[in-house]
T-cell receptor, first 112, second 110 residues
Framework: SQELEQSPQSLIVQEGKNLTINCTSS?????LYWYKQKYGEGLIFLMM?????EEKSHEKITAKLDEKKQQSSLHITASQPSHAGIYLC????????????FGPGTSLSVIP | NAGVTQTPKFQVLKTGQSMTLQCAQD?????MYWYRQDPGMGLRLIYY???????DKGEVPNGYNVSRLNKREFSLRLESAAPSQTSVYFC?????????FGSGTRLTVV
């Protein structure tokens, strides 16, 4: 089973609409990363959250880490076709070695 | 531009053939990783290297070997390719926070 779950699995929205993607863990997250992947390309780092209750924004994308540090949400305001792609959350689960575990991804399509 | 470079971008192998995927980073990062990405499975760690001269198994190491040739380069070898190894392979590097990914290698084993 996945240690990190993402919902929804896929999303189709009309341009201009807001949307939210969730990333959930059953364990405490020591660091939570959001990445975006354009189809057929590598992953691009969006932002990192570490503290419970932390919120960061970049352009029209806002990410939050809840107080218990077990869930993060990624919110896109006024979506554009350029936002289309796969969004992956990655988490530092506090293991003894330096690695990040990734969720299965959420595929976003934005219809003009 | 600085970053992680993977070669080749595409490869088709016959079952039983061998090949090496190359990865190089020019950011002076200590840690490097190989992941595979399959539909609905997300990214799964194959091997990683915390520093030059060290390598460790990740979640799905069977059928693969790695070499950390120097601080810059981390290669992934398939000794006898199997159809189950059809996937997109990503190399990444990191220092403290966040990973920088290569653009991926799309491998098909027929």
């Amino acid at each position: 089973s996945q240690e990190l779950e993402q919902s929804p699995q896929s999303l189709i929205v009309q341009e201009g609409k807001n949307l939210t993607i969730n990333c959930t863990s059953s364990k405490t997250l020591y660091g939570l990363y959001w990445y975006k992947q354009k189809y057929g390309e590598g992953l691009i780092f969006l932002m990192m959250l570490q503290k419970g209750g932390e919120e960061k924004s970049h352009e029209k994308i806002t990410a939050k880490l809840d107080e218990k540090k077990q869930q993060s949400s990624l919110h896109i305001t006024a979506s554009q076709p350029s936002h289309a792609g796969i969004y992956l959350c990655g988490a530092d689960m506090g293991t003894s070695y330096d690695k990040v575990i990734f969720g299965p991804g959420t595929s976003l399509s934005v219809i003009p | 531009n600085a970053g992680v470079t993977q070669t080749p971008k595409f490869q088709v192998l016959k079952t039983g053939q061998s090949m090496t995927l190359q990865c190089a980073q020019d950011m002076n990062h200590n840690s490097m990783y190989w992941y595979r990405q399959d539909p609905g499975m997300g990214l799964r760690l194959i091997y990683y290297s915390a520093s030059e001269g060290t390598t460790d198994k990740g979640e799905v190491p069977n059928g693969y070997n790695v070499s950390r040739l120097n601080k810059r380069e981390f290669s992934l070898r398939l000794e006898s390719a199997a159809p189950s190894q059809t996937s997109v392979y990503f190399c990444a590097s990191s220092e403290i926070y966040g990973y920088t990914f290569g653009s991926g290698t799309r491998l098909t084993v027929v």
